[in-house]
């Protein structure tokens, strides 16, 4: 473990687990604090709107389980937290940032590719959350092949594939680990705003035309920002659109 890992957080490395996610779910009522929760192997990983989650070896496979009080809402702003924390980490591991953004609502790009994708999870009931499970994969060593990806999606890529740089999983999770951690302090000292604007920084294809498309519809139009409930905001043929879930697509 790294010397800067962040006091009070938890660290659990397992060799295989069906999906790091569910065992959040499944050890978060005995947690007393925030825990990662690291796999070197996933048998049944996961991503967004239930689709399986493509792992090559030598993936990094984390899940960060924590007990936030904050509404539902507002805990789901947590993803750009996530999303700057990885930033930095590929930073950290490469030396710069050239080539890095971040793609609404919760990916990470290196040089245009997939490099990375975060899931959140929570339960509880009604408005009162039991806990909170970010869930990140990473392409360290290799990127699942284009056809293994949603037709029209962003073509995966992998750390070492993009720069010739190889990092272990542990070795990530030491830099991300205490990413994650300043901007969580951030998030919950000052708020969305600063997270907001750090992530604009770096947002891909800002002021650009992309398309959103969400279960019911399809939107295409210049992205303009992310508004302060982070919503994509989009200036469109019939005007201005303010979207809440959809597919990216560029």
């Given at each position: 473990m790294s010397s800067n890992w962040p006091e009070g957080v938890g660290r659990h490395v397992l060799t295989s687990v069906d999906s790091t996610n569910e065992e959040a779910r499944r050890i978060a009522p005995g947690l007393l604090g925030p825990t990662w929760i690291l796999a070197h192997e996933q048998t049944k990983g996961r991503g967004r709107r239930g689709r399986a989650w493509v792992?090559?070896?030598g993936h990094f496979s984390a899940t960060l389980v924590m007990h936030p009080?904050?509404?539902?809402?507002v805990v789901a702003l947590r993803s750009f937290v996530a999303s700057l924390a990885l930033y930095d980490a590929f930073a950290a591991a490469t030396g710069r940032a050239t080539g890095l953004s971040l793609k609404w609502p919760n990916d990470v790009l290196l040089n245009g590719g997939k490099i990375a994708g975060i899931l959140l999870e929570s339960a509880g009931v009604g408005t009162q959350m039991g806990h909170l499970a970010?869930?990140?994969?990473?392409?360290l060593i290799d990127a699942p092949m284009i056809e293994q990806?949603?037709?029209g999606a962003v073509a995966p890529v992998s750390l070492a594939g993009e720069t010739g740089i190889t990092v272990t999983p542990e070795e990530?999770?030491?830099l991300?680990?205490?990413a994650y951690a300043h901007y969580e302090a951030q998030f919950t000292?000052?708020?969305f705003d600063p997270i907001r604007e750090a992530w604009l920084d770096r947002a891909a294809k800002l002021g650009e035309v992309i398309t959103a498309r969400t279960m019911q519809s399809e939107y295409q139009g210049r992205f303009d920002t992310v508004d302060a409930e982070g919503n994509?905001?989009?200036s469109t043929a019939k005007g201005r659109e303010v979207i809440p879930a959809a597919e990216i697509f560029f």
């Open positions: 792992a090559p070896k009080k904050e509404p539902p809402q970010i869930g990140i994969g990473v392409n990806v949603e037709q990530f999770l030491d991300l680990a205490p000292t000052y708020g994509l905001v989009l």
